[in-house]
């Protein structure tokens, strides 16, 4: 049972332009989430969060954006840059019933190109 | 600062073996993690540590899964007489609390990259 999801295995997108990741969920209980970039050999590094009683935040170049009627989150990158390339997964977890791990998606791969 | 350190970044093991990861989370960090990463796939939850207790460790997949923080900072994970099935990428998390905060970010290491032949 696959409780967070990344349908997109993997998106190019051209160096400039934006690039949208997408992560649904199924449990109503999670509160808490989060995106993380990984590059080859190394851990995940945290990119940005974000809690149930908001529906955006904004760090810079990235947004999350979080629909939680539709139980759905995607992350903004806007300009995308080649440096961006990494493989991207959605995180969540439910703090408010004191189970603090994170489930996590597949990941989606991201290549933006020069 | 320094960020959540794990030894060794690489691992081979004979079937059969034992095998034990290392973890040093940030400091002052209360909460560790750990996790199991298989090849395409997101990291999957195995065991959690507030301090030095242990409060959850449903993700450990076997008996042959022992996990320790004794002193409520570095954490070692074992893994008794590996299988095939072991071979995967082993995370560390830590985070500076996660007592009922809305949102704690947890900080992973490098992970230890274990295949077992």
């Known amino acids: 049972d696959q409780q967070v999801k990344q349908n997109s295995p993997s998106l190019s997108v051209q160096e400039g332009r934006i690039s949208i990741l997408n992560c649904d969920y199924t449990?109503?209980?999670?509160?808490?989430f989060l995106w993380y970039k990984k590059y080859p050999a190394e851990g995940p590094t945290f990119l940005i969060s974000?809690?149930?009683?908001?529906d955006k935040n904004e760090d810079g170049r990235f947004t999350v954006f979080l629909n939680k009627s539709a139980k759905h989150l995607s992350l903004h990158i806007v300009p995308s840059q080649p440096g961006d390339s990494a493989v991207y997964f959605c995180a969540a977890s439910a703090n408010g019933v004191g189970t603090y791990k994170y489930i996590f998606g597949t990941g989606t791969r991201l290549k933006v190109l020069a | 600062g320094a960020g959540v350190s794990q030894s060794p970044r690489y691992k081979v093991a004979k079937r059969g073996q034992d095998v034990a990861l290392r973890c040093d989370p940030i400091s002052g960090h209360v909460s560790l993690f750990w996790y199991q990463q298989a090849l395409g796939q997101g990291p999957e939850f195995l065991t959690y540590?507030?301090?030095?207790?242990?409060?959850?460790k449903s993700g450990l997949p076997s008996d042959r899964f022992f996990a320790e923080r004794p002193e409520g900072s570095v954490s070692t994970l074992k893994i008794q007489r590996t299988q095939q099935e072991d071979s995967a990428v082993y995370l560390c998390?830590?985070?500076?609390?996660?007592?009922?905060?809305?949102?704690?970010?947890?900080?992973f290491g490098p992970g230890t990259r274990l295949l077992v032949l």
């Open positions: 974000i809690s149930s009683i908001k």
């Open positions: 998390a830590s985070s500076l609390d996660a007592s009922g905060v809305l949102g704690e970010t947890q900080y």
């Open positions: 540590f507030q301090n030095e207790a242990q409060l959850d």
């Open positions: 449990n109503s209980m999670f509160d808490y």
